[in-house]
């Protein structure tokens, strides 16, 4: 068992039921389970394992003004509408090429990005890395048309 990133797709209200106790994360439906693919990914986009510039950095929200506190044994990271379509429009505007240029699996293994390992396939990796980016991408793209918000919780 490893730590497996989850998005939430998120109301106002629903913010604050969690917030007070009446709603627990665990009951809440997860929109995208990235498994273990969360650091590599923010490592990728943004070359850090937490803080990673903005907006990249809110494809993986781990850190700074997006924590709202530790809720059903959990640290949930909050990003509100605008914050979501700034991340959305980011990736529209990632080139194949880009993303190809900020990956490294040597860097991953030399600075210790969860999970990887050093007999790891580069191009399968990267390949990964590809399809869960369109993953997070598209419900990006719904969650900022639907004007609700995102929470990330590793769990």
Known sequence: MGMSGRYLVVTNELIESI?????????CSVELDIDKMWQ??????TGEMVYGEFPLGYVVPMAGEQYIGNYSDM?????NNEQVLEAYMALEQLTPEELKKRFSLEKMVAEGVYPVMD?????????????T???????????????NGIVFYIF
């Not at 590599?40 to 986009?45: A, E, G, K, N, Y």
């Open 119 to 131: 007999d790891w396939d580069a191009e399968e990796t990267f390949q990964e890395i590809v399809q």
């Open 75 to 79: 640290d949930l990271f909050l990003l």
């Open 133 to 147: 980016l369109d993953d997070i991408q598209a419900l990006y793209q719904a969650t900022a048309a639907s004007g």
């Open 40 to 45: 590599m990914v923010q490592f990728t986009l």
């Open 19 to 27: 917030k007070s106790g009446e709603v627990s994360v665990h009951d």
